[in-house]
């Protein structure tokens, strides 16, 4: 974990990544819809990819607000844990267990997410 999270900085390339993709996939609604035009948007395929707009910001914020700070948090308990000779006491064990939860079900509601905006890009073109 400490060589994804540390050496190779992975949260920041996934953070990265994602910031990207929220901006181009704005980018290329902003292009698609002629300046997110009231005519444009207010038609099916309008509002399916606006769903799927909202849903994947849903998911950046869930990300960002919850999965990031309690992975930050976990991980430096566990730090602070590894350093001392006699282990975790059994509150910090109980932190742990309900800091990982906590990304479990962050993690979970991201996933579905977006699954949601990937089906509203995959379909909305067929929406009437």
């Known amino acids: 974990m400490k ?3 540390v050496v190779q900085r ?3 390339k996934l953070a990265f990544v994602g910031i990207t993709t929220i901006a181009s996939g704005g980018y290329l609604l902003w292009l698609e819809s002629a300046g997110l035009s009231s005519n444009w948007m207010s038609t099916g395929p309008g509002i399916t990819y606006c769903i799927g707009a909202i849903a994947t910001l849903l998911a950046a914020i ?11 948090r976990m991980g430096a308990l566990a730090a602070a ?3 001392r000779p006699e282990g975790a006491t059994s509150v910090e064990n109980q932190t742990l267990v309900r800091l990982a939860a906590r990304i479990s079900r962050g993690t979970r509601v991201v996933a579905l997410l977006l699954l ?13």
């Open 116 to 128: 949601l905006a990937t089906a509203s890009m995959a379909v909305a073109r067929y929406i009437p």
């Open 62 to 72: 869930i990300g960002f607000g919850i999965n990031i700070p309690a992975a930050n």
């Open 3 to 5: 060589q994804l999270t």
């Open 81 to 83: 844990v590894h350093s």
């Open 10 to 12: 992975l949260p920041v």
